[in-house]
């Protein structure tokens, strides 16, 4: 049974500061990973999507890295703005569905 | 142009009630989904459809009857709901093909509080 993890559960830190948020995963037997942005009182918004074949993907200031053997990706945010703050989830994607971990609350502070 | 559209986003309604909840995709993805996030914010699936016909019930019980009229909708009907159904209830959607699986979009999501 595929079981996520996430770590930290609450990071606060100053603007501008680059970050990493991490996620870890049971089952190395996953087609993709998934990171999820999520605002209060919204819905996930998608930030990154990694292939099981693939080590990487970027998008803007947003690099998510994924290593499989290890049961292991990370979401890297640079320059990290105000507007970052969210919770961010990962998601490990197995048969017909996705695996969430219990999400990063994030707060960059101005 | 919404992806992935839920109605209600808020439902209020007392125990013992029937509600429905719906939602449709206009990505023309085969497979749908339903979540389920709990006070603590932990997303769990219950069901997941692939081209109208279940694939996954998540040991969710059989008060909950989710319904697919064609691959571009799934809806949720809640009979009886109870004190501890309240939760936000999210409709997901993602193209499976070839072993390759795709992104998944998700809905805005639906408050449901039973009182």
């Known amino acids: 049974k595929q079981e996520v993890t996430q770590i930290p559960a609450a990071l606060s830190v100053p603007e501008g500061e680059n970050l990493v948020l991490n996620c870890s995963f049971t089952?190395?037997?996953?087609?993709?990973l998934q990171w999820f942005r999520q605002d209060p009182g919204k819905g996930l918004t998608s930030l990154l999507l990694?292939?099981?074949?693939?080590r990487e993907q970027t998008s803007g200031r947003l690099n998510a890295s994924l290593d499989k053997s290890s049961g292991r990706s990370t979401l890297y945010i640079a320059a990290s703005q105000p507007g970052d703050s969210a919770t961010y989830l990962c998601?490990?994607?197995?048969?017909?569905?996705?695996?969430f971990g219990q999400g990063t609350r994030l707060t960059i502070n101005p | 142009d919404t992806a992935v559209s839920q109605t209600p986003k808020y439902l209020v309604t007392q125990m013992g009630n029937d509600k429905s909840i719906k939602c449709e995709q206009n990505?023309?993805?085969?497979?749908m989904y339903w979540y389920k996030q709990d006070s603590k914010k932990f997303l769990k699936i219950m069901f997941s459809?692939?081209?109208?016909?279940?694939?996954i019930n998540e040991t969710v019980p059989n008060r909950f009857s989710p319904k697919s009229p064609d691959k571009a909708h799934l809806n949720l009907h809640i009979n009886s709901l109870e004190l501890g159904d309240s939760a936000v209830y999210f409709c997901?959607?993602?193209?499976?093909?070839?072993?390759?699986?795709?992104?998944?979009?998700f809905g805005q999501g639906t408050r449901l509080t039973v009182v």
């Open positions: 998601a490990a994607k197995g048969a017909q569905k996705l695996v």
């Open positions: 990505l023309g993805h085969d497979t």
């Open positions: 997901a959607s993602s193209q499976e093909f070839m072993g390759v699986n795709a992104e998944a979009f």
């Open positions: 089952d190395s037997a996953i087609y993709n």
């Open positions: 459809y692939n081209n109208k016909e279940l694939i």
């Open positions: 990694i292939q099981s074949s693939q």
